[in-house]
């Protein structure tokens, strides 16, 4: 009965045939619906009112894309732009309008497509659903697309992990809905890093992506360089809808829809198909394959409250055999497994008009593990078996004492147990680590002087192996010039995060300790136009107590351990880091027909040794450029590029002479870091195509990666059986292409 329900709401739905635009609008901190907002849709003379649950609707459109202004008394104008209408479907919008101060002295308020909350001035850049989706060399992938901005380097292009503001790729982390994932990639490794190049965030899933680089605010917490507050759409209330896309390198489907009045759903599948064909046509193996199970059900009873249920899974493998390993001049075959679970409550409840209530328990589960054998004699050269087991909860709460002042305040609790057995040449070493983390949270957000915002707050952190408690104070002020002119920030704070839990096991609890960084940064923002925004930040970030090696070793590997994960013993605390930079960035919304975006950075990112000496950080690449540019004359096609630019990467120069002797690699180490391989440039093409059909939607691409075929080498090694030195090369010219179907 339950499926022939939904095939009838399903049918409903097809036969649906105009276009709508519909939503619901909210106060941003009491969450309580906005009875007799005003939704005009721009450019036309249409409009309507929303109704005592803050609901609306604009129907008998055409095909295209549109945006809507959103106002209400008392509270900030809103647009939103690239609103896709089309047949047999309808976008549903979840709106949060920010209050904000009438005759704010000697301020001009402008409306703008640049959401900005007066009392909460952290500088972030989002992203909605149709900026992701359309984003050129992404691949759809999260990573890919915070790539292009300036404060954000990548490792590789066969790689999701982050780099920001010369932080590691451990210093990153993620919500989904209030609910903690301990990493969005595929291949990852349970100190944070990503070995591989496929996301595990399904982004049709997505409404929105919150990105702090330039410090977040304290209910973030046990990281260094940067948080993504990632926002799942709740499932269509009166459809359902069915999603399927085809790519390059995997299919996937989504589903989404309502089983009732107060609850909605929507999940999606995907699976990687490169191997199957592989496998099929017998043309050997060593293509990664995945998949991944995403999934939300939301139960809303009332206005007051409303629970979600969020479950995020990915597996991933990747094979090489003996064969191939050999042709194409590797020491070594053999294959890594990974697998990720989430699953994760949430309950969010409205006290009253002015406080409301986030609270979420979750259990992650992360499996690694990885055998390699020596081609020459077929014995095993390294062994892993991880098994990470991570308990989180939070609680946030929202409370708004008038219209100048608000706050934010809560707790968190962390359970991180980590299972590993480790085996490299010979050389055993296995472990069982737990970790307990404790948090509480507070910041005040305040107008002061009518022209003033001022964001004051701080986090105390505690853990069971160190037993002390750190407090991170954390402030944010804005300053906003008369006449329009633009504002000032002043940004500064400390941040404290847990080393690997592997360096905990090889360390004395009483040596290893918290990675502690102080940053400060200066930024001038300025609206240009609505839909256009120009900023300018300089920016300082220093590094105490990171990882190192002791300097009394027989062999002293001058890596900078934050970077790069070392399985070594005799690990201390006394490591040293400091990164400068200045960044650029213009972001232009598609208020008409063009959107684009252009950042770049000049920046140092060093650390100093077991013995002092200065040296780059593995990604001191020195200066970043990113271009990204699209037109859209209408809503059945799309042109759109990107072109990166990056600065060489460090490395360590192999010895050939005694690589051949030892018969294996051996580095200058006492010039560890201070070679760079060629700069980095590359061009990305996309064209992307939508047609309406009978029932449905179609959406076809074609993408070229690296369009004009640039050779950019990614790093170089010792071969044993070449015995001279190799190079490694991102990727040549790709052509990728794909579809999605809507029904």
Do not use: C
């Not at 480790?422 to 910041?443: H, Q």
Request: avoid cysteine; proline fraction near 3%.
């Amino acid at each position: 009965m339950r499926y022939l329900i939904i095939l009838l709401i399903l049918s409903q739905s097809l036969a649906f045939s105009e276009g709508i635009i519909s939503g619901n609008i909210i106060d941003k901190t009491s969450q309580l619906p906005l009875e007799g907002s005003n939704i005009g849709l721009i450019g036309t003379d249409l409009g309507v009112i929303s109704d005592n649950n803050g609901n609306f609707s604009i129907s008998r459109l055409e095909n295209g894309y549109y945006s809507i202004s959103i106002s209400y008394i008392g509270y900030e104008t809103k647009i939103i732009s690239d609103i896709w209408v089309r047949d047999n479907a309808y976008e549903f919008l979840k709106i949060e309008l920010n209050r904000t101060i009438i005759d704010y002295e000697g301020v001009t308020v402008t409306q703008s497509y640049f959401s900005k909350n007066n009392v909460d001035q952290y500088n972030s850049i989002s992203f909605n659903n149709d900026e992701i989706r359309r984003a050129p060399g992404s691949g759809q992938e999260i990573s890919r697309i915070l790539n292009a901005l300036p404060s954000v380097a990548s490792v590789g292009e066969n790689r999701q992990d982050l780099l920001v503001r010369g932080g590691g790729p451990t210093e990153n982390g993620f919500i989904i809905d209030n609910i903690h994932i301990p990493s969005i990639s595929h291949f990852n490794t349970p100190d944070g890093r990503s070995n591989g190049p496929i996301g595990m965030i399904n982004t049709e899933m997505v409404d929105n992506i919150e990105f702090f680089s330039n410090g977040f605010p304290a209910e973030f917490g046990n990281k260094l360089s940067s948080y993504g507050n990632i926002i799942y759409r709740d499932g269509k209330k009166d459809s359902v809808d069915v999603n399927i896309s085809v790519g390059m390198g995997g299919a996937g489907s989504l589903i989404e829809g309502s089983l009732s009045d107060d609850i909605t759903f929507i999940g999606s599948y995907r699976r990687s198909y490169l191997d199957l064909i592989s496998d099929a046509i017998n043309a050997g193996g060593g293509l990664p394959s995945y998949d991944d199970l995403q999934g939300k059900f939301k139960y809303s009873p009332s206005h007051y409250d409303a629970f979600t249920i969020l479950l995020v899974n990915g597996n991933s493998l990747y094979d090489r055999k003996k064969e191939e390993s050999i042709s194409a001049g590797e020491d070594n075959y053999g294959n890594v497994k990974n697998r990720q679970n989430t699953i994760g409550l949430s309950h969010r409840h409205i006290w009253n008009q002015s406080a409301y209530s986030s609270t979420s328990v979750s259990i992650s589960k992360q499996y690694a593990n990885a055998i390699f054998y020596e081609n020459q004699s077929d014995t095993i050269s390294l062994s892993t078996d991880d098994t990470f087991h991570t308990l989180n909860a939070r609680q946030i709460n929202h409370f708004q004492f008038n219209k100048t002042l608000s706050s934010v305040f809560g707790f968190e609790a962390q359970n991180r147990n980590l299972e590993y057995d480790f085996l490299l040449n010979n050389v055993e070493s296995k472990n069982n680590v737990a970790i307990n983390n404790l948090s509480s949270f507070a910041t005040i957000k305040s107008i002061l002087y009518k022209r003033v915002l001022i964001s004051i707050g701080s986090r105390l952190d505690w853990n069971d192996y160190e037993k002390e408690i750190f407090i991170a104070p954390r402030i944010n002020i804005d300053f906003s010039l008369p006449k329009g002119w633009g504002n000032f920030i002043i940004n500064s704070g400390r941040y404290f995060q847990n080393p690997p839990e592997k360096y905990i096991s090889m360390a004395e609890k009483s040596i290893i300790k918290s990675i502690k960084t102080n940053q400060h940064s200066f930024t001038y923002e300025k609206l240009i136009t609505s839909s256009t925004r120009f900023s300018l930040s300089v920016y300082e970030k220093r590094y105490d107590h990171a990882p190192m090696m002791e300097s009394n070793q027989v062999f002293t590997d001058p890596t900078f351990l934050m970077d790069q994960l070392r399985t070594y013993r005799d690990i201390v605390s006394s490591g040293k880091a400091k990164t400068t930079g200045i960044e650029v960035l213009i972001e232009k919304k598609r208020a008409t027909n063009f959107y684009g975006l252009a950042g770049g950075t000049i920046y140092n990112s060093v650390y100093y040794d077991q013995f002092g000496f200065k040296r780059n950080r593995d990604n001191n690449y020195r200066y970043l450029l990113n271009i990204v540019g699209g037109y859209r004359p209408n809503f059945k096609w799309e042109v759109s590029v990107r072109w990166s630019l990056f600065g060489g990467r460090p490395y360590t120069e192999i010895d050939l002479e005694n690589s051949n002797y030892y018969n294996e690699e051996v580095l200058f180490y006492n010039d560890y870091n201070q070679s760079r391989t060629p700069i980095y440039h590359n061009l990305f093409l996309r064209y992307e195509r939508r047609k309406k059909m009978k029932y449905g939607n179609i959406i076809t691409y074609f993408e070229f990666w690296n369009a004009y075929n640039r050779k950019n080498i990614e790093t170089y090694f010792w071969s044993r059986e070449k015995q001279k030195i190799l190079e490694t090369t991102y990727f040549s010219f790709i052509p990728v292409g794909g579809f999605e179907i809507e029904f």
